[in-house]
């Protein structure tokens, strides 16, 4: 079985390689709209895993308090 720290870095990378395809895929077609909306894409999944790591860290230093 499959823990669970392991299926969310899969997910997450999944994720980023989807945008990355994204990425190529705009800029192949020369879609200025589908780049920005894939950098936004991108900036966003960047910044959900900075507070996903934040959050973690303040509930640990409440379980320890």
Do not use: C, D
Not at 3 to 19: D, G, M, P, Y
Request: hydrophobic share 60%; no cysteine.
């Amino acid at each position: 079985m499959i823990s669970r720290t392991v299926l969310n870095r899969f997910i997450i990378l999944v994720f980023i390689a989807l945008i990355g395809l994204s990425i190529a895929k705009s800029i192949q077609h020369g879609s200025v709209l589908g780049f920005i909306l894939a950098l936004i894409s991108l900036v966003a999944a960047i910044y959900f895993l900075f507070l996903l790591a934040k959050s973690k860290e303040e509930n640990e230093k409440e379980e320890t308090v």
